[in-house]
């Protein structure tokens, strides 16, 4: 491997700093040490709710939306696997727009993914209402209390503390709660359907589709479905710390995915078969439960399994949690090699191989994003957004360094002219379709990562050397990052004026046309850009 792949691109010798940095991260994971990332970063809590939430909206035509879901992201994950295999590195998601989109887009996805960090406060928060079953005095029904925000740290502190040492040792208890993860849910499919089986369920009360077949877009959303199978995206940022990359992520990927659609599809199913008759009364809409499988369990009598939800409940999300963890510091590792955070953040640990100061400062932010926010909603609905974003930037980094002289991509993935940029339509639909309330915050927090990048650039600020090239004037990284800040403000616009919980002056179906056709005039803006700035940062003669 050259230095050019390992510093992902840019002005071909890299930053030596960050070189030596990289060289020290072990490549230790293998084809199911990766999975078993992906996987338990995809089932965390939302399989706890998600059943539920999807009958709700759209009745048995849910697992619709749940095949439908998995299609969708395995389309955003091929553009996503093309990018590991042929350039790993470190925290790559975050490492791929600022090679090809400029310092301004690369600042504005870096600093998105840093107040991701709160993904993990929201399953650290799950945990503590789940908790609260066993230990009361945790949690008031709608926020931590000061004690529950106390052993909610407590917890930040361990799963910091069980990141600090090699990423093999990260792998292999990761792989055995992931075991966990996997047996528990079987087992509940199976018991629940011997135990309360009721035959005709996809077609009585309504029928298949009882609110339409548009309901299945909004169980995407509204559901929590795209939630719930979110997080394929761990085993890239451990692309830098995997044997033979090009192999091992593209199938790991795919199997992370594919195992956690056949579970969801499963526990969906038996959702739909096992709700007692005497609840439908007032179709799916009327179905509530605040703990849906665990209810379910006691109401069948099944104490048994109650009791192992409950445990569940806590080492499910717990596992994500831990998969979140170790992901944030490879996150704030490589916002550190861009020059985003200062460098400090950046050091590895020579005898482990692990960023050890990034997982202490994303220790810090955790419990920040614990103050504020209490509910398990709250965090992930306005966190999960910010997320979104890297999807979008990733389709347009494959793109720009396909169109690049020499197309430095591994050529994994077949099609990628008309993969990339409906993959680019698909990641912003997943963001329009999060809702105007969590919208309306999310993305201006986005856009205030353009004051980070101005104090970045301005006079006496010292640019550290991102291995992105030479600097350039601030005009030159506006006009080429400038789709970045036009596709944010019209996706906030749109979602004021549209039906995911907007004003509905933009009306469905067109709300989302609108972003689709909205999506392909940015894409193709934003990927002339890049290959523009890759041709004036390329050095010379390379």
């Known amino acids: 491997m050259t230095e050019r792949q390992v510093s992902g691109g840019g002005d071909g010798a890299g930053a030596p700093e960050v070189l030596a940095q990289e060289r020290r991260l072990r490549r230790d994971l293998g084809f199911w040490g990766l999975t078993g990332i992906g996987f338990s970063n995809i089932v965390g809590s939302g399989w706890l709710f998600a059943a539920m939430y999807a009958a709700q909206t759209a009745g048995p035509a849910a697992l619709l939306s749940w095949v439908g879901a998995g299609l969708l992201c395995g389309l955003v994950a091929l553009v996503m696997i093309e990018l590991g295999a042929s350039r790993p590195e470190g925290g790559g998601t975050v490492r791929w727009p600022l090679f090809a989109s400029g310092r301004l887009v690369g600042t504005l996805i870096g600093w998105s993914t840093l107040l991701s960090v709160g993904g993990t406060a929201a399953e650290i928060s799950a945990i503590m209402q789940y908790a609260a079953h066993y230990l009361p005095g945790i949690y008031n029904g709608h926020t931590l209390t000061l004690s529950g925000l106390a052993l909610a740290t407590g917890l930040s502190v361990v799963l910091t503390v069980l990141n600090w040492f090699a990423v093999r040792m990260f792998a292999q208890l990761n792989n055995l709660i992931s075991v966990f993860k996997i047996v528990v849910p079987v087992v509940t499919v199976i018991a629940l359907i011997a135990s309360g089986w009721h035959s005709g369920r996809l077609t009585d009360h309504g029928g298949f589709a009882p609110y339409g077949y548009v309901a299945c877009l909004t169980a995407l959303a509204g559901g929590g479905i795209v939630y719930s199978v979110n997080g394929f995206q761990a085993p890239l940022d451990f692309s830098g710390e995997t044997r033979n990359p090009r192999r091992t992520i593209p199938a790991a990927v795919l199997t992370g995915i594919g195992l956690a659609l056949l579970m969801y599809l499963a526990l969906q199913l038996a959702f739909l078969f096992t709700v007692p008759e005497h609840l439908l009364g007032h179709g799916w809409h009327g179905v509530s439960f605040d703990s849906p499988f665990g209810q379910l369990a006691l109401i069948l009598n099944l104490h048994w399994l109650a009791s192992l939800l409950y445990a569940d409940a806590v080492i499910s ?92 991509t591994a050529g994994w993935v077949p099609g990628l002219r008309w993969i990339a940029p409906l993959s680019f339509v698909v990641a912003s639909e997943f963001v329009y379709w999060s809702g105007w309330q969590d919208l309306r915050l999310a993305l201006p927090l986005v856009l205030g990562g353009l004051l980070i990048f101005l104090a970045m650039r301005r006079p006496g600020v010292r640019a550290e050397d991102d291995g992105a090239g030479p600097s350039r004037p601030l005009g030159a990284e506006l006009r080429t990052g400038a789709w970045l800040v036009v596709y944010l403000v019209a996706l906030t616009v749109i979602s004021w004026l549209g039906t995911f919980e907007g004003s509905g002056r933009l009306p469905a179906p067109y709300d989302s046309i609108t972003v689709a056709v909205m999506a392909i005039a940015v894409f193709f803006w934003a990927v002339r850009s890049g290959v523009g700035h890759l041709a004036v940062s390329r050095p010379a003669g390379a």
């Open 317 to 408: 999300p717990g596992g994500s949690a831990y998969v979140g963890v170790a992901i944030d510091a490879r996150h704030t590792y490589a916002l550190a090699k861009n020059g985003t955070i200062p460098r400090y953040f950046m050091k590895v640990n020579e005898r482990f191989g692990i960023p050890r100061r990034a997982l202490a400062i994303n220790l810090l932010v955790i419990v920040i994003f614990l103050l504020p926010f209490g509910g398990w909603q709250d965090i992930v609905s306005v966190m999960g957004d910010m997320y979104l974003l890297i999807y979008a930037a990733s389709a347009v980094a494959v793109a720009v360094f396909r169109a690049e002289p020499g197309g430095h």
